[in-house]
């Protein structure tokens, strides 16, 4: 069974192509998005790893640390760094995770125990590994998405729900449908309306099991 949300997520030792790393004690008191991929060179991943370079400032502003994992050898992840760079026009300053023995993969619940790398193999021997974690400082996991070989990852969306996770942490609040930061978000069943004025100012009530108000992070 994978990861689910809010479990802890696993801790693991792993090579990087910036070094050996404890991911415990990378994550720190930071948020921190963790990407994979099947393999390095291959087109799709190579279109996501420069939009992850070319956020590095938002990464940066909110004091979010990104880290990629890709199923090859530092060495090749080195090589591979120049064409994501090419092609991006930025610096892929991030870490990438060599997990060619899929001991994290697995690890994080991404292949079977069983699962291994043939001979002569391609990404599509290990087309799970294409997730997405949102990992709060505390190391639980708190979003979780995974996407097919065929379908590039939107960083935008990613980026905003990391917005939307780190407001809603720890506040009696939710984030509607298409939310971005600014607008009203959703009051908690947790609290009643008047608990709720109190706490925040206004609240519309819409129905009586949907009430919103002005972001409160705004």
């Given at each position: 069974m994978g990861l689910r949300i809010n479990d802890t997520v696993p801790n693991f030792h792993a090579k990087?192509?910036?070094?050996?790393?404890?991911f415990h004690?990378?994550?720190?008191?930071?948020?921190?998005?963790?990407?994979?991929?099947?393999?390095?060179?291959?087109?799709?991943?190579?279109?996501?790893f420069?939009?992850?370079?070319?956020?590095?400032?938002?990464?940066e502003k909110r004091g979010v640390k990104v880290i990629g994992l890709s199923v090859d050898t530092v060495d090749e992840h080195v090589k591979w760094k120049s064409d994501i760079e090419t092609f991006s026009g930025a610096k892929a300053n991030f870490p990438?995770?060599?997990?060619?023995?899929?001991?994290?993969?697995?690890?994080?619940?991404?292949l079977p125990?069983?699962?291994?790398?043939?001979?002569?193999?391609?990404?599509?021997?290990?087309?799970?590994?294409r997730v997405v974690f949102i990992i709060g400082p505390d190391k639980?996991?708190?979003?979780?998405?995974?996407?097919?070989m065929s379908v590039g990852r939107n960083?935008?969306?990613?980026?905003?729900?990391?917005?939307?996770?780190?407001a809603t942490d720890g506040v009696p609040i939710a984030t509607p449908a298409n939310w971005t930061p600014g607008e009203d978000v959703i009051v908690a069943l947790s609290l009643t309306?008047?608990?709720?004025?109190?706490?925040?100012?206004?609240?519309?009530?819409?129905f009586s099991y949907l009430r919103t108000t002005a972001d409160p992070n705004k």
């Open positions: 990087t192509d910036q070094g050996e790393i404890d004690d990378f994550i720190g008191d930071s948020y921190t998005i963790l990407f994979s991929h099947p393999k390095d060179f291959t087109p799709v991943c190579t279109t996501e420069g939009a992850v370079a070319q956020l590095a400032d938002e990464w990438i995770i060599a997990d060619d023995d899929l001991s994290v993969s697995k690890a994080l619940d991404m125990a069983e699962a291994y790398l043939p001979d002569g193999r391609t990404a599509a021997d290990s087309a799970s590994v639980k996991l708190r979003l979780s998405m995974t996407y097919p960083f935008a969306e990613v980026l905003r729900a990391l917005d939307a996770v780190m309306t008047d608990e709720a004025k109190e706490k925040f100012g206004e609240v519309k009530e819409t």
